[in-house]
């Protein structure tokens, strides 16, 4: 029921890029990503629908294939503030929203 | 804009205490509202969600209840609190319409001792 991230924990150096997946065994409608920082709330990134549209923000950007009911978050020239827990998210049906297994990453400097 | 509260930030309560954690949203009419729990250094569980007044939907059995007393305001309740309920308590609400996203509270720290 629960959509699984890979990887579960990542390390990269300012400036590196990373990608991280969600897959669901379940059909996906709809996916969302959102970011944690350390002892907060999560935040909103941005949404997905259905038509493998490929959204962005800042440098970060997510695409959507629901054929194979995957999504991907691509962080590219990663800076400090990415670091955190990286969940995406998707609704079971309207109102039951459920979040990944989660992506920690870290960027050092 | 919206607005989002929830308190307590930090709780910390004895086992077999009762509990009481609230979230009020301001700024919007009949949303969604949700409880997630958040173990340390895990994922999002969903706990509850509700479309309206005094509609409950609880997706995991335990010890836990939640009320929606008023359209913006959600209650988080226990009887008896166990070791396992720690955790970091989110509340979060979202449009009625498909594929709003979630807007979260600044969340409680809860330590079950």
């Known amino acids: 029921q629960q959509p699984v991230q890979s990887p579960q924990a990542v390390i990269l150096r300012e400036g590196e890029d990373a990608v991280i997946n969600c897959s669901s065994s379940?059909?996906?409608?709809?996916v969302h990503w959102y970011r944690q920082k350390h002892g907060e709330a999560p935040v909103f990134l941005m949404i997905?629908?259905?038509?493998?549209e490929q959204k962005g923000h800042e440098k970060i950007s997510a695409s959507f294939n629901e054929k194979k009911q995957q999504s991907s978050l691509y962080l590219t020239a990663s800076q400090l503030s990415y670091s955190g827990t990286y969940f995406c998210g998707t609704e079971k049906w309207s109102n039951q929203f459920y979040f990944g297994t989660g992506t920690s990453l870290t960027v050092i400097p | 804009s919206q607005t989002i509260h929830q308190w307590p930030a930090t709780l910390v309560q004895p086992v077999g205490s009762p509990l009481s954690l609230e979230c009020t949203v301001e700024g919007t009419s009949n949303p969604n509202l949700y409880w997630y729990r958040q173990a340390a250094g895990r994922g999002l569980q969903l706990l509850f969600y509700?479309?309206?007044?005094?509609?409950i939907s609880s997706e995991v059995p335990q010890n836990l209840s939640a009320s929606r007393p008023q359209d913006r305001q959600f209650i988080l309740s226990s009887k008896k609190l166990l070791l396992s309920d720690s955790g970091f308590y989110l509340c979060a609400w979202s449009e009625v319409s498909p594929n709003s996203p979630l807007h979260f509270g600044n969340g409680t720290r809860l330590t079950v001792t």
């Open positions: 379940k059909a996906l409608y709809s």
């Open positions: 997905l629908l259905k038509g493998g």
């Open positions: 509700s479309v309206g007044i005094g509609q």
